[in-house]
């Protein structure tokens, strides 16, 4: 059995992988991923069949940019922080704000509470600052550098035939290189 | 001769490290390495206890906010693992090479704000930390395990939470998955063939069901490694698959496969000729 070979011949790693599996079960059962105890529960709840999906388009001059002219990389940082800015934006208060506070507030002193606040949570200077850097990014990695870009929130609708709404909501607009 | 087989650490390492450096040039021509990040405004720790200890010492921040900081760390990531190919019995380099590729991991995630489950470049250099082949055989039979057991337990997450057992859990991923370059490809093969998978709920969940099954089949190589070639071949199509039809790329995670590669077999290939 392998762990009884480990335990023989090395048994600092034995006790090591006892821990992490101990560790790895705690974390799955408070389903909370830490990394390196990955939970792989993607795609494991049923996904209902819709009549309309809710996406972020980038929109120039030109007409749309379609998300796949970008790398998978690419993609996921001009898009998957869009809709975390827009609810940062909505909200006015970072998202991770709670969690922060059921964990550590009143629990630590006041100046060691401000610092993990600051190391933890996104400030207004922040949020305001984040169209800028999208449009640094965006220019970094396509040939439009010109113009005024806008990220918009629509709906793709799969009824009667997929076609996209005509109407968008405007996330935020940014001029490139001003 | 070794009662027990072994791995031929040196050759793994060369193809390993060679494998990560051509992720990393891969990140590199995907603008994705530190320096290419243009100093991200916005941090997303989530809420992964390893990210917010990282984040409490500003370690991302630092990284991520300073031009010079963030190109240094992308040099001395990248000398590293050409190192760790070039000279693959040290430890120093090893260890820059996997402190860097997790800590890039991290920062990476915090900055595009959703923490990827595209791990398999984080966890196939950890074995090569171990000089000492017994070590190092018992490291890659646990990394060997550990990407058993996240397979297996996607598998059973599925069940568990109902994807499995739901009648079209398929068809509302593809269209998830698809709603935006359904609208820029409609005119392809492959835009057809997803289109008719969105219809057809039975087959489509059809296809859900058999990758979970796909995912279970990995929690044999607990027990033996007789099936392995069909564990791999069994990856390669789930993650093809996926690829094909939800469009995830699974280039940072390819290196997933190494710890089921016949390694034996190829070093004896290697010394014969």
Request: hydrophobic share 50%; charged share 10%.
């Amino acid at each position: 059995m392998f762990l009884k070979k480990v335990y023989t011949t090395w048994p600092a790693l034995f006790w090591g992988i006892l821990i992490f599996i101990g560790a790895q079960a705690f974390f799955m059962y408070k389903g909370i991923q830490t990394i390196p105890f990955f939970i792989y529960s993607m795609f494991s709840t049923p996904h209902p069949v819709q009549d309309s999906v809710e996406v972020v388009l980038i929109k120039t001059e030109n007409g749309y940019i379609s998300p796949f002219n970008f790398s998978n990389r690419e993609a996921e940082m001009l898009l998957n922080n869009v809709p975390y800015y827009s609810l940062l934006k909505q909200q006015g208060s970072d998202i991770t704000l709670p969690t922060v506070e059921s964990r550590f507030k009143n629990r630590l002193s006041p100046p060691l509470y401000q610092r993990v606040l600051q190391a933890l949570v996104n400030d207004s200077a922040a949020v305001n600052r984040y169209p800028q850097w999208w449009a640094k990014y965006f220019t970094s990695v396509q040939a439009v550098n010109r113009g005024t870009v806008q990220l918009v929130k629509s709906y793709m609708l799969y009824q009667p035939a997929l076609h996209k709404s005509p109407k968008d909501s405007v996330i935020f607009s940014v001029q490139l290189n001003p | 001769m070794p009662a027990t087989p072994y791995y031929p650490r040196v050759l793994m390492a060369r193809v390993v490290f060679t494998w990560l450096f051509l992720v990393l040039v891969y990140f590199f021509a995907n603008n994705s390495l530190l320096s290419q990040l243009q100093q991200p405004v916005m941090i997303y720790p989530g809420s992964d206890n390893s990210f917010w200890l990282l984040h409490i010492l500003g370690i991302p921040q630092f990284l991520l906010q300073q031009y010079w900081v963030a190109l240094a760390f992308d040099i001395v990531l990248t000398v590293s693992c050409i190192i760790c190919i070039v000279v693959p019995e040290q430890k120093i380099f090893t260890w820059m090479t996997v402190i860097g590729v997790w800590l890039l991991y991290i920062c990476f995630c915090s900055a595009a704000g959703k923490h990827y489950a595209q791990i398999g470049y984080l966890l196939a250099p950890i074995p090569f930390l171990a000089l000492r082949q017994q070590r190092f055989d018992l490291l890659w039979q646990c990394l060997r395990y550990w990407v058993c057991f996240l397979y297996g337990s996607a598998g059973l997450y599925k069940i568990y939470y109902g994807g499995f057992g739901s009648g079209h859990d398929m068809s509302g991923i593809l269209q998830v998955m698809n709603a935006e370059w359904l609208v820029y490809h409609a005119d392809t093969v492959q835009a057809s063939v997803i289109r008719y998978l969105m219809n057809q709920q039975g087959l489509s969940q059809g296809l859900f069901r058999l990758a979970t099954i796909v995912d279970l089949c990995m929690l044999v190589g607990f027990f033996t490694k007789k099936f392995d070639r069909w564990l791999l071949a069994g990856l390669l199509l789930f993650h093809l698959g996926n690829y094909f039809l939800l469009h995830i790329s699974f280039i940072e995670q390819s290196l997933i496969f190494a710890p089921f590669l016949p390694w034996q077999r190829m070093a004896d290939y290697v010394s014969v000729k």
